[in-house]
């Protein structure tokens, strides 16, 4: 089941709650430099985790 998956890429984003990015899908791996997520079309998006503040599911 897909759920909303939300991306911020500063603290201020974060506190605010005003995803700077948002996509529906599964997380399918949490490493220590990236996430992977299967997005709803079946895509996986590979998200480098070097300039992300926080993302929250």
Do not use: C
């Not at 897909?2 to 605010?16: A, Q």
């Not at 490493?31 to 992300?52: A, C, F, P, R």
Request: glycine fraction near 6%; hydrophobic fraction near 40%.
């Amino acid at each position: 089941m897909s759920k909303e998956i939300n991306i911020y890429l500063t603290f201020n984003s974060w506190m605010d709650e005003r995803p700077d990015a948002i996509i529906r899908g599964i997380v399918k791996f949490k490493g220590d430099s990236h996430v992977e997520i299967q997005d709803e079309n079946g895509y996986t998006q590979i998200i480098n985790l070097d300039k992300i503040f926080a993302i929250v599911y």
